[in-house]
């Protein structure tokens, strides 16, 4: 059975810092590209940042210098340490796995940033 099941989300005050896990199983996580999305009411769900097989990452630009995305491999579990964060980083955020053919999802978890 394949799940990918986030944690790490809540509530913080503008300036604060979260991070997100992603733990995957039930795939051979090695071989997927791992991405995080998020989706704020009303809104799109958009990517916030990915990282490749090969662990090469990418950025949306209304995040880049405040968040980290990270892999590792062995626990098979990707990660996005979130920095400065500002009130338009609350949302749900979701955790993506994918490759040619295959796109699966987590459940999702809420960030709340607000003072």
């Known amino acids: 059975q394949v799940q990918l099941v986030e944690s790490g989300g809540g509530l913080v005050q503008p300036g604060g810092s979260l991070r997100l896990s992603c733990a995957v199983s039930?795939?051979?996580?090695?071989?997927?590209?791992m991405g995080w999305y998020r989706q704020a009411p009303g809104k799109q769900r958009e990517l916030v940042a990915v990282?490749?097989?090969?662990?090469?990452?990418n950025y949306a630009d209304s995040v880049k210098d405040r968040f980290t995305i990270s892999r590792d491999n062995a626990k098979g579990t990707v990660y996005l340490q979130m920095n400065s964060l500002k009130p338009e980083d609350t949302a749900v955020y979701y955790c993506?796995?994918?490759?040619?053919?295959?796109?699966?999802w987590g459940q999702g978890t809420q960030v709340t940033v607000s003072s």
């Open positions: 990282i490749s097989s090969g662990a090469s990452t």
């Open positions: 993506n796995a994918k490759r040619p053919a295959r796109d699966i």
């Open positions: 039930g795939i051979m996580f090695v071989i997927y590209d």
